[in-house]
């Protein structure tokens, strides 16, 4: 079991940044690749970065160039940096651990809301 605990949400206005945190807990962290979802109303949740054990990071293609995933392996935390924030952003953002060797062991947070509004 992986306990995920998002943090860093809020309203921020367009253009402007926000820091997102994952903190995962038990079990191995090294063992899963992390990523950032977030899921608009009235939307499919979509995948927005994931980053594996090795540094092998993927981000959907709204996003590349405004968005930076990182992981802290000592920590066990995973960060998604959010610059040039846009008001299609605006969505919950959810964190899930999916295992390397077993890609069905996936675990989700809670969410946190982002908002990005004039």
């Known amino acids: 079991q992986v306990q995920l605990v998002e943090s860093g949400g809020g309203l921020v206005q367009p253009g402007g940044s926000l820091r997102l945190s994952c903190a995962a807990s038990?079990?191995?962290?090294?063992?899963?690749?992390m990523g950032w979802y977030r899921q608009a109303p009235g939307k499919q949740r979509e995948l927005v970065a994931s980053?594996?054990?090795?540094?092998?990071?993927n981000y959907t293609n709204s996003v590349k160039g405004r968005f930076t995933i990182s992981r802290d392996n000592a920590k066990t935390t995973v960060y998604l940096q959010m610059n040039s924030l846009k008001v299609e952003d605006t969505a919950v953002y959810y964190c899930?651990?999916?295992?390397?060797?077993?890609?069905?062991?996936?675990?989700w947070g809670q969410g946190t809301q982002v908002t990005v509004s004039s």
């Open positions: 899930n651990a999916r295992k390397v060797t077993n890609p069905t062991n996936s675990y």
């Open positions: 980053i594996s054990n090795f540094g092998n990071i």
């Open positions: 038990g079990s191995i962290f090294s063992l899963y690749r």
